[in-house]
């Protein structure tokens, strides 16, 4: 059976963008290039700062505009979303009309009348201490940004010794004004932005709850075992120090299809399992990439959140994550991928089509 991974891919961008900005601690901002350093103020720890950062997550109320700039080999790509958080939950708007947020401890998609429910998104302090096994906060002084001034802490990869994220923390609100991401080599790979903030009540109008495509079931080992049982491959836990944090199913799919949420604290994975092969049709625009294990996978360069797709096994996966392609692609590297085609076997198939074109009607 051959898979076609356009309403996965479509599904799982849905996904991961809401873990990425409306997760618990990252909902990051780019300020002009005009930025100035300020004076030093009292300043509390890293992990402090991180807490208040969650917490104002939760319970500010705002209005404002995001711009994602993501940098790629063909140049830099931009992105603006509306965001607005209040009572009812968080809102998160596309140019497009399609919406995604949280709201009562769930994420949503609402594009025209569908519904998507998102899950496994950690809370502090689980989240703080899985991210502190991984990497080392270092407070970093106070910038004067548009949003007024912030602290600005690095996120160092312990085992790399690269900052993978700089992060600024409003001193007003503590929540999150700024956020850079970089590659394994510290080049920067993506900024995000507030263009726009206006923190106050705000009335956020939300999309009814009844209608559901995704049905999140808790980690336990008789639900690994269950999905391991159905064909699935289900690690708990990946490389690069990313675990398990939920699997849902994903009922409506044509094919059977799960759906595993890893994280690392800092990070959010998603990988997406359709039982059958790839359909390539599907990955025509894709760039193909062979990695370290010799397997196959082909990627969106510059895509939001970045975005992997191959088989192995019988398997088609998908993985979206909101960390630097390289960092998602050593996450994989404990699943199952299918080598890349030889010149022999790309000849063969080519003289196998050929000789289907050849026989009589």
């Known amino acids: 059976m051959n898979v076609d991974v356009g309403p996965t891919i479509r599904v799982a961008v849905i996904t991961v963008a809401a873990a990425l900005w409306v997760g618990v601690a990252y909902t990051g901002a780019l300020a002009s290039a005009g930025d100035a350093p300020v004076d030093d103020a009292d300043?509390?720890?890293?992990?402090?700062?991180?807490?208040?950062?969650?917490?104002?997550?939760?319970?500010?109320?705002?209005?404002?505009?995001?711009?994602?700039?993501?940098?790629?080999?063909?140049?830099?790509?931009?992105?603006?979303?509306?965001?607005?958080?209040?009572?009812?939950?968080?809102?998160?708007?596309?140019?497009?009309?399609?919406?995604?947020?949280?709201?009562?401890?769930?994420?949503?998609?609402?594009?025209?009348?569908?519904?998507?429910?998102?899950?496994?998104?950690?809370?502090v302090p689980a989240q703080i201490d899985r991210l502190r096994s991984k990497y080392t906060p270092q407070l970093e002084g106070t910038r004067e940004l548009d949003t007024g001034p912030a602290s600005a802490v690095a996120l160092v990869d312990t085992d790399l010794e690269v900052v993978r994220e700089r992060l600024y923390a409003d001193r007003d609100t503590g929540l999150i004004?700024?956020?850079?991401?970089?590659?394994?080599?510290?080049?920067?790979?993506?900024?995000?932005?507030?263009?726009?903030?206006?923190?106050?009540?705000?009335?956020?109008?939300?999309?009814?709850?009844?209608?559901?495509?995704?049905?999140?079931?808790?980690?336990?080992?008789?639900?690994?075992?269950?999905?391991?049982?159905?064909?699935?491959?289900?690690?708990?836990?990946?490389?690069?120090?990313?675990?398990?944090?939920?699997?849902?199913?994903?009922?409506?799919?044509?094919?059977?299809?799960?759906?595993?949420?890893?994280?690392?604290?800092?990070?959010?994975?998603?990988?997406?399992?359709?039982?059958?092969?790839?359909?390539?049709?599907?990955?025509?625009?894709?760039?193909?990439?062979?990695?370290?294990?010799?397997?196959?996978?082909?990627?969106w360069p510059g895509s939001e959140p970045r975005r992997l797709v191959w088989t192995g096994d019988g398997i088609t996966f998908t993985a979206l994550g909101d960390a630097p392609t390289d960092e998602v692609v050593g996450a994989i590297a404990a699943l199952p991928s299918d080598p890349a085609p030889g010149l022999l076997d790309r000849l063969s198939r080519g003289l196998e089509r050929l000789g289907r074109g050849l026989l009589p009607g």
């Open 43 to 123: 300043s509390d720890d890293s992990d402090d700062l991180l807490a208040r950062a969650v917490e104002a997550s939760h319970e500010l109320g705002y209005d404002g505009e995001v711009a994602v700039i993501s940098l790629a080999e063909d140049g830099p790509r931009v992105a603006t979303l509306t965001v607005a958080r209040g009572e009812g939950g968080v809102r998160v708007g596309r140019a497009d009309g399609d919406q995604f947020g949280r709201a009562d401890g769930e994420g949503f998609l609402r594009s025209s009348s569908r519904l998507l429910r998102v899950g496994g998104i950690e809370r």
């Open 177 to 299: 004004v700024r956020r850079e991401t970089f590659d394994a080599d510290g080049e920067p790979v993506r900024l995000v932005a507030f263009t726009e903030l206006q923190p106050g009540e705000t009335q956020v109008d939300m999309p009814s709850t009844g209608d559901r495509d995704v049905e999140h079931r808790d980690v336990e080992p008789r639900e690994i075992a269950r999905l391991r049982e159905t064909g699935f491959v289900v690690p708990e836990r990946l490389e690069r120090g990313f675990e398990l944090l939920a699997t849902l199913d994903v009922p409506d799919a044509s094919v059977p299809t799960a759906h595993l949420v890893y994280g690392d604290g800092l990070y959010t994975v998603s990988v997406f399992q359709q039982l059958g092969r790839l359909d390539r049709r599907a990955v025509g625009a894709a760039t193909q990439l062979t990695t370290d294990d010799g397997g196959s996978v082909w990627r």
